[in-house]
């Protein structure tokens, strides 16, 4: 039976306190390739920190959610994401 589960994640450069918006279906993998400096974008960046993350069980509603996040073009809106989804994890 083949998974759908895919995800919606923020990374934040510990470097320069940046932002990075992402989406996959393997998170521990896709964090793995952000952290050993295989993502050309966030390799600069490192060292990461996973500071927020969604699961959804189809591919397209991630692909939707991720377009969503990154059309804010708001550091406040994603520091407000990181807050309120911390505040549900305690």
Known sequence: MKNNTCFVYILQSKKDRSFYVG???DLDRRMS???DGFSKYTASKRPLSLVYFEVFLSRSEAIKRERQIKKTKSR?????LIEN????WQ
């Open 23 to 25: 989406q996959c279906n």
């Open 33 to 35: 390739k952000h952290f």
């Open 85 to 88: 989804w911390r505040k549900d």
């Open 76 to 80: 406040k809106y994603i520091l407000q």
